[in-house]
């Protein structure tokens, strides 16, 4: 597959299936996922319809096929930290480094800035040299660790955070926009 083989649109309900093919194996044999149980189709169709309102859903396509999706969700629920995004982005393994997670990815960080997002933060379980890489790659810079904090397959594990600005550098600094 080649970048320009892919596309990238908004999800809807009828992706949720597609999304949960990809998203299983992350979550029955990595600890990349913090789930422990694969979400439902239903489970998923209710949290693509609900960030698609408030944040963003993107599905990555090959041959008319889901193959990856990227989202963002309140970093926390407080009204203070409305402005800042948590993202995640999970492609299947066998379109993996080919330029379909950029495209994916990208999107996501523009529709985010164009809605009023000020910062996308990415919490990304250790060890993971490729999604670290991954995540500089698109601008983002080391924000923290929390130590041992993620308890999956017999082992605990850290959570890197890295966070990237959306602003425009000549954008002051100051009261946001509210957003979109």
Known sequence: MRAGDVSVRGASAKDAAACVAVYRPYVEDTAISWEIDVPTVSEMAARITGLRDT???LVLEHDDRVVG???AQPLKRLPALQWSAETGI???AAQHRIGGGVALYTELLRR???RGYRRAVAGIT???EASNAFHRSLGFDDAGLYRRVLWKFGGWHDVAWMQRDLLDDGEP????RPIE
Do not use: R, S
Not at 173 to 176: R, T
């Open 55 to 57: 944040h963003e859903w």
């Open 126 to 128: 250790q060890p993971n």
């Open 90 to 92: 999970y492609v299947d």
């Open 69 to 71: 999706f990227a989202y």
């Open 112 to 114: 985010l800035a164009g």
């Open 173 to 176: 600094d100051g009261a946001p």
